[in-house]
């Protein structure tokens, strides 16, 4: 004899809404889930970012002031257009072209400037920016790691549903690891 599970139809359709909307309370429990745990992330990562955007910007007020120190004692035409060219607002693509822009100019200055009489009161400002530059290799490396941790968490399922929906996308990765080679 076969057993039957359901008395009759309404105690059917009753388990079955019941059942319909536990499923639909687990589909919108994980999907708000995925949704804060991405922001989170996308949030952490973010943070870092900008704190890696700040030392960018101490290390181009360093510039800035070592450049009204030289005063034409030595060429800083390029290094002055290298730090024109700073956005605090570009990506960090755009920004790690713009920082080994800088990096490159900052070089040349040292190698000219280290020949020059006054170098030594130059010197704290070199220092000052070596130590700023110390401190981003160490920040940066955070923002890479976190970003990369988002971009994976983003594309594994379901949260592959959540980031489409909400127009999340990769996050950039910094490529100035070349400039980071501890100088100014």
Known sequence: MVRRYFPNLRSFIVSMVVILILLTMAVVITDQ?????????????ETV?????????QRLAYAKALVRIIDGQVDTGD???AI?????????DVVSVLYR???DELSLL????????????WSPYFDQMYLLELELADISAQYQQRAIYFNAQK??????LVAKRHNLEDLL????????????
């Open 84 to 92: 024109l060219q700073w956005d605090p607002n570009a990506p960090v």
């Open 101 to 103: 822009a800088l990096d």
């Open 173 to 184: 990765l910094f490529d100035f690891g070349s400039a980071l080679k501890g100088r100014p």
């Open 155 to 160: 594309d594994g399922f379901p949260a592959l």
């Open 49 to 57: 970012r900008e704190a890696c955007y700040s030392l960018i910007e």
């Open 79 to 81: 290094l002055e257009e």
């Open 33 to 45: 889930n995925n949704v804060r745990r991405l922001h989170r992330y996308l949030r952490a990562a």
């Open 110 to 121: 040292q190698r000219k400037a280290v020949e020059h009489e006054s170098y030594r009161d």
